[in-house]
Nanobody
Framework: QVQLEEPGGGSVQAGGSLKLSCTAL???????????VAWFREAPGKEREWVAY???????DYADSVLGRFDISRDNYKNTMYLRMNHLKPDDTAMYYC??????????????????WGKGALVTVAS
């Protein structure tokens, strides 16, 4: 059974930084490395939106709203993905969800195609 453990979140002042992590249980290291994994977020009253993805071949892409400020990475030996968030803004306040898109192409990433979701980590940025 696959579970995504997503501890953390936190509250910071605008301009601050946070790092989120997400460990996937239920995969071997050999299968995890073949997966497209991604971060989404959902702000109050808004739809869930894609933030960043990292593919099995280490291709990376970001939403325009976070480009240059966020950094996605993965450690395939630990079945873990990360999201380093710098220069945070109040508009970044949201519940952040890690996800596994499976062995599908990250280029086709969409929320309704996600195989597994983390439970979410609340990030609050004060102005």
């Amino acid at each position: 059974q696959v579970q995504l453990e997503e501890p953390g979140g936190g509250s910071v002042q605008a301009g601050g930084s946070l790092k989120l992590s997400c460990t996937a249980l239920g995969y071997t290291v050999y299968t995890y490395r073949e997966l497209c994994v991604a971060w989404f977020r959902e702000a109050p009253g808004k739809e869930r939106e894609w933030v960043a993805y990292i593919s099995s071949d280490w291709s990376i892409d970001y939403a325009d709203s976070v480009l240059g400020r966020f950094d996605i990475s993965r450690d395939n030996y630990k079945n873990t993905m990360y999201l380093r968030m710098n220069h945070l803004k109040p508009d970044d306040t949201a519940m952040y969800y890690c996800s596994v898109y499976g062995d599908k192409s990250c280029g086709d990433l969409r929320a309704d195609g996600v195989d597994h979701w983390g439970k979410g980590a609340l990030v609050t940025v004060a102005s």
